[in-house]
């Protein structure tokens, strides 16, 4: 079935820093999603991208889709304590099901 | 007003025993789901409704039965619990059924077997 890798597994910054989270699909996606969670709490809608090649920014978050639509990735430019939490990036393949990558833990020291 | 709510919160109980957690949407959605993360935050799709009706099952124990009343919303049932069962459950719900559907989640369940 549709596998979504997701790396790093953790990831940890100095505020400030820039941080990038990447997400691989053993097969050719219709589209991503990406949501965050922060400790304790659920997840959060994002953003999707659907066109192969996209880039989408939402002020410090970068997020871009692969020219063949089986990668993804989220870049966040000088990391805040406020970016702390686990982002996901989930991948539509055939079916009704998103599946979801295992996740990369940000945390940020101030 | 809370979009997707879920009751209850928390539930510890012995291993052997049943269980249900409710979930409810008021968001008009067409479609809800239930998902398990396990404590290395693993998010797993358990099922999905879509107007009452079942269309996501994946694998997992038939001591796992889910139950759509109405749309708006989908409890799920729980017999026989086991250790490997504690985890966090979170409903979600989106507009319609389709992976490009934003989903919106409740705040989850965290169940600990013991």
């Known amino acids: 079935g549709q596998q979504v890798m997701q790396i790093p597994q953790y990831q940890h910054v100095q505020e400030g820093e820039d941080f990038t989270t990447y997400c691989n699909s053993s097969?050719?996606?219709?589209?991503i999603q990406w949501y965050k969670q922060r400790p304790g709490g659920h997840p959060v809608f994002l953003i999707q991208?659907?066109?192969?090649?996209e880039v989408k920014k939402q002020k410090r978050l970068t997020f871009q889709f692969g020219e063949a639509k089986k990668n993804s990735s989220l870049h966040i430019t000088a990391t805040q304590t406020t970016d702390v939490g686990t982002y996901f990036c989930?991948?539509?393949?055939?079916?009704?099901?998103?599946?979801f990558g295992k996740g990369t833990l940000l945390t940020v020291n101030p | 007003d809370t979009a997707v709510s879920q009751t209850p919160k928390y539930l510890v109980t012995q291993m052997g025993n049943d269980k249900s957690i409710k979930c409810e949407q008021n968001?008009?959605?067409?479609?809800m789901y239930w998902y398990k993360q396990d404590s290395k935050k693993f998010l797993k799709i358990m099922f999905s409704?879509?107007?009452?009706?079942?269309?996501i099952n994946e694998t997992v124990p038939n001591r796992f039965s889910p139950k759509s009343p109405d749309k708006a919303h989908l409890n799920l049932h729980i017999n026989s619990l086991e250790l490997g069962d504690s985890a966090v459950y979170f409903c979600?719900?989106?507009?319609?059924?389709?992976?490009?559907?934003?989903?919106?989640f409740g705040p989850g369940t965290r169940l600990l077997v013991l």
């Open positions: 097969t050719t996606l219709s589209n």
């Open positions: 979600a719900s989106s507009q319609f059924a389709g992976v490009q559907e934003t989903q919106y």
């Open positions: 968001l008009g959605h067409d479609t």
């Open positions: 409704y879509n107007n009452k009706e079942l269309i």
């Open positions: 989930a991948g539509g393949g055939s079916n009704y099901k998103l599946t």
């Open positions: 991208l659907v066109k192969s090649g």
